[in-house]
């Protein structure tokens, strides 16, 4: 027989199927090793035939199986195909996103833990007269396990030496037997649900997705509306018909309370699927879901390639959030896969979000998407209302501290009444930097040409993006003035300002500082749901998805940080940022209350998100994106072109522009923008970045998979080309 391998080499070279010589136990999705010029690789098996067009003489033979079971399925290979294709990456590269990463080069395996018991069928004191005198090791092994069931063999062999338990084994008085060890992630988190029934309008909701014939829903509900308790019917319903369940959250920080909430619901028949995992948690959930031990699969947007079979709904929950695009290759857009698997499998897709994607929503008005509506919050209460501070007023009333006097009062008040706030900080990019007041320069990093950001901490400036770092500033650099402004240290000078202003509140800190370890959200988030401390200060994390009923506070200190950024999606961002945050506030019996501090009170965008008006800030947005060509009117393209030489990436872009001119000659009228250029990151961890940018209108579909052949075909060992789909930051 005659197997179709590709080699898990994620090069362009290699990057077609290789015929092998194959025994009959190997068959479509098994991982081989293969002989592979002059070493082995390992490799994926992509079909099987009974002959080869290549010379026989010619053909190797593979060397061994890796796994004793497929890793992938056929459903799953086609899935990966339409990555390789859509995302322009080598087989391999989609290839791998279906297994553990740790599975490649044999790095993680199963868990065997080996025990050992006292043999039943002879007494124990028998077996001590039997034993030649002196050998008390053995005697006292005899006593230690009589006492117990079973005990582990390592730590039999440890106690009592390898020799006395190697000689009772011998004699029979003990048996040993393996057990597979299980490593169960979050193990000790609680599982909870609350019992409830079904509000009118999330049975309709629920009705809505399973009768439509539209395979794709959009599940649009305000926040706190109960889109959770839909989410878990659907899948309890199509678990009952024998099918499986993926469930995506955003992120990470996300991922321990949904998981929660169904582990209450599903018991075992929940595993989960994230990147914080350690190895062999990861191989282990993964393997529960392979076999079926496991029919639900949650986790952030690795999860769409979860090993199931017979899925019968995805969920995508915040389905607008920046996160299910991946920024590194193959850099997928989560959305497109799970249409694309519900499309192989015939299964429905529901997006969930109070504050859609312009996207999504302009598919569900358009009819591709059915769309259902959760218009009112569970507990019957309005959203919460917002107050608007100021902060222009503040500064006239001699008030320069980050806490407006409208939000000193609003915390007073609810730390008084024993309530819960959050405190949020719209820190994207540029909100640490070090900005002269004078001239308006601005710290930048040598290697990285980003600005600094300044870390309290150790009082210096860092660059994130290449970790080097500078000497905190006395003067600008450029005019000399003393006036230097190091905008808010973010998290950490807003808690040390807290401390002063409320001594005897309990501060809990939520940033990328304070969660480094793998269960770090977790235990903040646990600890504040546990009602261990009063506020909770924190920047994107604490902004989505979380229900914690005592919250009737929530602070947005600088709502227009994102308001400004070089991104056609900075409004849609920002509506989306303050109508999540906002929805954490008074989801319980407490009527909740937002303080939105701003330079901008009359800003449109910032005022549809005050009257929680999403229809207009749809129709506002989508008039601007259609007016001046943004997406989803538009394509934008982004070639990227990185070279560690300034001249090899300069040479490269050359290239790269003169190879695509020809195409934007020949289709200007497909075109809306086409230019050549230094990227505004020009340098990044030491290379130096060019590129290609593009939009294309909306049917140029068929010239952008041109335009990836042939930018593409650039890539050199010196020059690394590669292109990015309407990215989520132009850097
Ligand atoms: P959303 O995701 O829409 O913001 P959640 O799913 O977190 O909202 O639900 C908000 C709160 O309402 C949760 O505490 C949830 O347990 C509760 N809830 C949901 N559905 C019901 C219901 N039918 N009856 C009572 N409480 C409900
Ligand atoms: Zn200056
Ligand atoms: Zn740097």
């Known amino acids: 027989m005659i197997a179709e391998v590709i080699v898990d080499i994620a090069h362009s070279d290699v990057d077609k199927v290789f015929d092998y010589i194959a025994d009959d136990d190997i068959s479509l999705g098994f991982r081989v090793e293969v002989p592979f010029g002059r070493y082995r690789s390992e490799g994926f098996v992509v079909a099987v035939k009974e002959r080869s067009e290549v010379d026989s003489g010619k053909l190797k033979k593979i060397i061994k ?66 034993l030649r005198k002196g050998s008390t090791a053995q005697a006292n092994a005899i006593g230690y396990l ?3 069931k079973r005990e582990k063999l390592a730590l039999l062999n440890e106690k009592f030496g390898r020799g006395a338990i190697r000689s009772l084994v011998e004699k029979g008085f003990i048996k040993t037997f393996d057990e597979k060890a299980d490593r169960v992630p979050y193990r000790r988190l609680e599982a909870y649900s609350k019992n409830v029934e079904l509000s009118d309008e999330q049975s309709n909701a629920i009705n809505s997705v399973l009768s439509a014939d539209k395979k794709i829903s959009l599940l649009f509900g305000v926040t706190g509306s109960g889109k959770t308790e839909v989410y878990l019917r659907l899948i309890d319903r199509y678990l009952q018909e024998g099918k499986t369940a993926i469930m995506l959250v955003p992120e990470i920080a996300l991922t321990p309370q949904m998981l929660g909430q169904l582990r209450a619901r599903f018991k075992d028949n929940v595993s989960i699927l994230h990147s914080g995992l350690s190895a062999g948690e990861r191989y282990d959930e993964w393997v529960r879901l392979r076999t079926g031990e496991a029919k639900i699969a949650i986790g952030a947007r690795s999860a769409i390639f979860a090993p199931l079979e017979n899925v019968g709904i995805i969920i995508i929950d915040e389905e607008h959030d920046g996160s299910y695009v991946a920024e590194t290759s193959p850099r997928y857009k989560t959305i497109d896969v799970a249409k694309k698997r519900c499309e192989i499998c015939g299964c429905k897709l529901v997006l969930g979000s109070a504050t859609p994607s312009i996207e999504s929503y302009s ?86 040409d980003l600005s600094l950001n300044y870390h309290r901490d150790n009082d210096i400036l860092k660059c994130h993006y290449c ?95 994102s308001l400004y950024f070089p991104d056609y999606r900075c409004s849609e961002r920002t ?75 300069l040479a490269g872009l050359k290239r790269v522009y003169e190879k695509l001119l020809p195409v934007y000659e020949k289709n200007k009228e497909k075109f809306i923008f086409f230019n050549k250029m230094k990227s505004p990151v020009k340098i990044l961890k030491n290379k130096f970045r060019y590129q290609v940018l593009m939009r294309l209108t909306s049917d140029g579909e068929e010239i952008k998979d041109r335009i990836y ?20 930051n132009l850097n």
Not at 104 to 114: A, H, P, Y
Not at 381 to 395: N, Q, T, Y
Not at 522 to 545: H, N, R, W, Y
């Open 65 to 130: 199986k890796l796994d004793d079971f497929p890793v992938l399925s056929e459903s799953q290979l086609r899935l990966a195909e339409f990555i390789k294709r859509e995302y322009h990456v080598p087989f391999a590269s989609a290839l791998r996103q279906f297994i553990p990463s740790d599975l490649r080069g044999g790095r993680v395996k199963e868990k065997i833990i080996s025990f050992a018991v006292l043999n039943g069928d002879i007494s124990p004191i028998d077996m001590v007269a039997s």
């Open 146 to 148: 009589k006492g117990q």
């Open 363 to 448: 598919l569900a008005l358009s009819g591709e998407y059915n769309l259902a509506r959760l218009n009112r919050r569970i507990n019957g209460k309005s959203l919460p209302d917002f107050i608007v501070a100021d902060m222009r007023d503040e500064v006239r009333n001699g008030n320069p501290s980050i806490f407006s006097y409208r939000l000193r009062k609003e915390l007073k008040k609810c730390l008084d009444e024993g309530n819960q706030a959050i405190l949020f900080l719209n820190r994207r990019g540029f909100s640490q930097q070090v900005i002269c007041r004078d001239c308006g320069y601005v710290a930048k990093c040598e290697n990285c």
């Open 467 to 561: 970790n080097a770092t500078y000497k905190k500033l006395s003067a600008c650099p450029e005019c000399g003035s003393i006036n230097l402004n190091y905008r808010g240290t973010g998290t950490q000078k807003i808690t040390s300002e807290l401390n002063q202003l409320f001594p005897s509140a309990r501060i809990l800190r939520m940033d990328n500082d304070t969660t480094r370890n793998k269960e770090g959200h977790f235990k903040i988030l646990k600890s504040f749901s546990d009602g261990e401390a009063d506020i909770l200060v924190g920047t994107q994390m604490v902004a989505k998805g979380h229900d914690f009923p005592s919250v009737t506070l929530v602070g947005i200190l600088d709502a227009d940080m």
């Open 575 to 649: 509506f989306q940022l303050v109508t999540q945050v906002a929805g954490r506030s008074g989801r319980a019996d407490k009527k909740g209350t937002v303080v939105l501090q701003t330079y901008n009170p009359d800003n449109a965008v910032l005022k549809f998100a005050i009257n929680y008006d999403y229809e207009g800030f749809f129709k506002y947005e989508n008039s601007i994106r259609k007016s001046t060509l943004f997406p989803p009117y538009s394509i934008i393209l982004r070639v990227m072109i990185e070279s560690g030489s300034d001249e090899e990436g």
């Open 709 to 728: 052949d042939l930018a593409l075909s650039e890539k050199t060992n010196k020059v690394l080309v590669y292109v990015e789909e309407n990215p989520g």
